[in-house]
């Protein structure tokens, strides 16, 4: 499998949606957002023990629901809240929501060359939009330009932390069979 492919008017999309739903954001919030657009979860390790216990312990840990519920990120991968699963009362259809999740989530995680030169491509490509969707500072952007060049995957700003209190995974919406037993569950 490769990279989700995406266009202008794809990307356009995108960022109308996460400002609709989370309009204080950085520039490195949008540098996040196309990279989970392009890669989805290629970045998370393979180990299914590892995965179903760091979604568990943040759903036990979260004070807070992250919004929206079910966020698509173009063409290829959504963000799932983990708020699907922190609702269930009944502790053994919690831990299979859990486990679902898992699946899905290592499911949808690609094993993928280094993405640093594709990704900074695909910034040089869309950063103007970017640019004229969310007014920052200069130095806000160069500090997203900075981690492009270094290579880095950000995590969101402190900006977006505050209002937001990001707690979802991603997923690749087109395994249809997944996204049908989740909704089923939920």
């Not at 216990?53 to 979260?62: C, G, K």
């Not at 900006?159 to 997923?171: A, D, E, G, I, S």
Request: proline share 5%.
């Amino acid at each position: 499998m490769k990279i989700c492919e995406l266009n202008t008017d794809i990307v356009t999309k995108l960022v109308e949606d996460e400002l609709s739903y989370h309009p204080h954001l950085e520039p490195v919030d949008l540098y996040k957002l196309l990279y989970q657009a392009l890669y989805g979860p290629f970045h998370i390790a393979g180990d299914y023990e590892q995965v179903f216990r760091s979604i568990q312990t943040e759903v036990e840990l979260s004070s807070s629901l992250y919004e929206p519920l079910f966020q698509e990120l173009g063409p290829c991968y959504s963000r799932v809240s983990l708020a699907f699963i922190q609702s269930e009362n009944e502790p053994s259809l919690r831990q299979r929501k859990i486990a679902f999740l898992t699946d899905w989530l290592l499911e949808s995680s690609l094993d993928l060359p280094d993405v640093k030169s594709d990704f900074q491509r695909q910034w040089e490509l869309y950063r103007h939009l970017l640019k004229t969707a969310v007014l920052a500072s200069p130095v806000s952007w160069q500090e997203a330009d900075d981690l492009v060049k270094a290579g880095h995957l950000p995590s969101h700003s402190q900006t977006f932390h505050q209002h937001y209190q990001p707690h979802y995974r991603l997923v690749n919406i087109n395994y249809n069979k997944q996204y049908q037993l989740f909704m089923e569950f939920n």
